[in-house]
């Protein structure tokens, strides 16, 4: 093609020059076509785009589309050839190499056994027992029934956590019982021995308010540690999560009505999974 031999090759940057030399060429014709359609009166230069900036009556009194079918010759012609590049080998020696990346030890999350029912929880270990935990030669020990529980079992072979042991006695209290049937919250485990104080001990036989339990570390200052060796009135408080909350975070996240309310509806949770085992 072009003359070039059978061997040659138009590439597509050789094609685009000739089309905008040709474009140029049929431009310049144009404009000096056009430049004769001016008022004979009305005075030229011998620039012929200075026509275009000009603004006579006569201007377009000439065929108006003229112009547009001259220039769309330019966008009939044949599609433009185009050489597709070929990909080139590249020396394996000459790539920079390829580190893996360092990944802390401590981000690596261990990968537990899998549990078989009723076979001792020991690695390797075949012996089958009734319960869920260890064989007589692993210890024995008993684990609550909740799969993937590390807890020991104290009562219905569940964790405290997970609804075993004994239950504190008041209604919708999912709490266990710590003594005569009672949550601490609610009367049961070793209380204050400060002269009619009924609350919890803490530490020492006293409550917080009476100087059981940790103290704030803050010099002079007596109050109880909340969390991180301080009290609320120090930075040991924390705001409740639950949305438009201003309460003091009590445990868990939460304040004391919300947390009530989280765990009413874990003891339902709690419920639901029992009757379904």
Request: aromatic share 6%; net charge positive; hydrophobic share 30%.
């Amino acid at each position: 093609p072009c003359g070039l031999g059978s061997a040659a090759v138009v590439t597509y940057d050789d094609t685009v020059d000739q089309r905008i030399l040709q474009f140029s060429r049929l431009q310049d014709t144009i404009m000096v076509e056009a430049s004769t359609w001016l008022d004979p009166g009305f005075p030229t230069t011998n620039d012929p785009w200075d026509a275009f900036h000009l603004e006579p009556a006569s201007l377009l009194d000439k065929d108006c589309f003229a112009i547009d079918l001259d220039l769309s010759e330019v966008l009939l012609f044949d599609p433009i050839p185009y050489e597709t590049p070929k990909l080139e080998p590249v020396d394996e020696r000459l790539a920079p190499p390829v580190q893996p990346l360092a990944v802390p030890a401590d981000a690596i999350a261990p990968v537990l056994p899998q549990e078989i029912p009723g076979q001792c929880l020991k690695h390797l270990c075949q012996n089958a027992i009734g319960y869920r935990g260890f064989c007589k030669d692993h210890g024995g020990a008993r684990k609550c029934r909740i799969v993937g529980c590390p807890k020991g079992s104290q009562g219905r072979n569940l964790c405290i956590a997970h609804g075993g042991g004994k239950r504190c006695k008041v209604e919708n209290c999912p709490k266990s019982a710590q003594s005569h049937g009672l949550c601490k919250g609610h009367g049961g485990g070793a209380r204050c021995t400060f002269a009619n104080c009924n609350k919890s001990s803490q530490g020492g036989g006293f409550c917080r308010k009476h100087g059981g339990g940790k103290r704030c570390d803050v010099a002079k200052c007596k109050n109880s540690a909340q969390r991180g060796n301080f009290c609320a009135k120090h930075g040991g408080s924390k705001a409740c999560q639950a949305e438009n909350c201003a309460r003091t975070d009590r445990g868990g996240g939460y304040c004391e009505l919300h947390r009530h309310y989280k765990i009413l509806r874990l003891t339902k949770k709690l419920q639901d999974e029992m009757t379904s085992v």
